[in-house]
T-cell receptor, first 114, second 114 residues
Framework: AQTVTQSQPEMSVQEAETVTLSCTYDTSESNYYLFWYKQPPSRQMILVIRQEAYKQQNATENRFSVNFQKAAKSFSLKISDSQLGDTAMYFCAFMKLSGYALNFGKGTSLLVTP | GAGVSQSPSNKVTEKGKDVELRCDPISGHTALYWYRQSLGQGLEFLIYFQGNSAPDKSGLPSDRFSAERTGGSVSTLTIQRTQQEDSAVYLC????????????FGSGTRLTVV
């Protein structure tokens, strides 16, 4: 079974600053996907970024980037130039390469302040 | 449709009543998933439908929960004899067959059992 741990229940950052959200996971799989999802008050889960474990290069999407450390089973999300609209719950998730179900962490509530 | 549609958006029911939650996936998406998000928790996988294949019901928490998908499109999640611990947000997602990692989520149904 795969477990995903997010050790920061809440975080706060000022607008325009950089923040890093942590995620660790446990798996015996060698190939898999890792995700960060954003959940604003509208409740809809929105994909922020995806990383394939077989790729060494860290994924980047505009202001969002990850630090993927496969050996350490760590997958942190860095948000640069934080914006008020980034305020949301952020969930880290895992999927087996041959699978279809997502295993989620319990989330980190991020507040961006003016 | 353009996105995954779920109804109702909110539902309050009395303990012991049955409820039905509806999910209308993106047109052409053959895979459909239900997840449950209890307060302060990450998402928990409930059930997976893929085309005409037998569904993966391994995440359903008890025999009070059932789901069906008619015509490979709309899905209904039914909870019989609701209990207070069933209070949660129920999220539906869909994806194409070849890209299980390409989930699109709906905005969920918030179920409150009183």
């Amino acid at each position: 079974a795969q477990t995903v741990t997010q050790s920061q229940p809440e975080m706060s950052v000022q607008e325009a600053e950089t923040v890093t959200l942590s995620c660790t996971y446990d798996t015996s799989e060698s190939n898999y996907y890792l995700f960060w999802y954003k959940q604003p008050p509208s409740r809809q889960m929105i994909l922020v970024i995806r990383q394939e474990a077989y790729k060494q290069q860290n994924a980047t999407e505009n202001r969002f980037s990850v630090n993927f450390q496969k050996a350490a089973k760590s997958f942190s999300l860095k948000i640069s130039d934080s914006q008020l609209g980034d305020t949301a719950m952020y969930f880290c998730a895992f999927m087996k390469l041959s699978g279809y179900a997502l295993n989620f962490g319990k989330g980190t509530s991020l507040l961006v302040t003016p | 449709g353009a996105g995954v549609s779920q109804s109702p958006s909110n539902k309050v029911t009395e303990k012991g009543k049955d409820v039905e939650l509806r999910c209308d996936p993106i047109s052409g998406h053959t895979a459909l998933y239900w997840y449950r998000q209890s307060l302060g928790q990450g998402l928990e996988f409930l059930i997976y439908f893929q085309g005409n294949s037998a569904p993966d019901k391994s995440g359903l928490p008890s025999d009070r929960f059932s789901a069906e998908r008619t015509g490979g499109s709309v899905s209904t999640l039914t909870i019989q004899r609701t209990q207070q611990e069933d209070s949660a947000v129920y999220l539906c997602a869909s994806s194409t067959r070849g890209q299980p990692y390409g989930y699109t989520f709906g905005s969920g149904t918030r179920l409150t059992v009183v």
